[in-house]
């Protein structure tokens, strides 16, 4: 168990739709990081928060955006889905803000289906 | 193109060493190399990373090419808890960029 929850587990939406997904940081941890998975474009890095701020931004989508609230956790918002967007999502926590060398703890990650 | 480029699969005897390679040709000079692994139904699980000098810890040992293009995660004892994906990560600035990854299979 990395200390780092994720909800929901499985999320099952259509095309157009809307969801929210969460993630609780470890205790401590102040960066969030998040990724998709998919089997066609494999593991890729979408968005890093630290204390609440935007550090860094990946391959993320204009459709998708993410915050980081005060108590640290953080929300993965994906709209106007598309089937291609099916994929697990993972959430990862570090302590600090040194992306290069700090270790990243993942969460058990959400599957999101869009039918 | 892929910032690293790994093998599909691998296989190794349990308690065996296993190198797992990776090759990373357009590497600046300020890139950290990360493995991370991921077991069935996990997340990913951090192993090593490293910028230039050969790195060990008590999971795994790196070890990093001269010229910094290619790199070797050495298990020295394959367990059968070992069995899992292996991913090569180029960190480049403030991203992060994953290989596909080498299924690893440890064979009893």
């Known amino acids: 168990d990395s200390g780092v929850t994720q909800t929901p587990k499985h999320l099952i939406t259509a095309t157009g739709q809307r969801v929210t997904l969460r993630c609780s940081p470890r205790?401590?941890?102040?960066?969030v990081y998040w990724y998709q998975q998919s089997l066609d474009q494999g593991l890729q890095f979408l968005i890093h928060y630290y204390n609440g701020e935007e550090r860094a931004k990946g391959n993320i989508l204009e459709r998708f955006s993410a915050q980081q609230f005060p108590d640290l956790h953080s929300e993965l918002n994906l709209s106007s889905l598309e089937l291609g967007d099916s994929a697990l999502y993972f959430c990862a926590s570090s302590s600090g803000l040194a992306f290069a060398t700090d270790t990243q703890y993942f969460g058990p990650g959400t599957r999101l289906t869009v039918l | 193109d892929a910032k690293t480029t790994q093998p599909n699969s691998m296989e190794s005897n349990e308690e065996e060493p296993v190198h797992l390679p990776c090759n990373h040709s357009t590497i600046s000079g300020t890139d950290y190399i990360h493995w991370y692994r991921q077991l069935p139904s996990q997340g990913p699980e951090y192993v090593i990373h490293?910028?230039?000098s050969n790195v060990n810890n008590r999971m795994a040992s790196l070890a990093i090419a001269e010229d910094r293009k290619s790199s070797t995660l050495i298990l020295h004892r394959a367990t059968l808890r070992d069995a899992a994906v292996y991913y090569c990560i180029l960190n480049t600035g403030n991203q992060f960029y994953f290989g596909t990854g080498t299924s690893l299979t440890v064979i009893p």
């Open positions: 490293g910028l230039t």
């Open positions: 205790s401590g941890d102040l960066s």
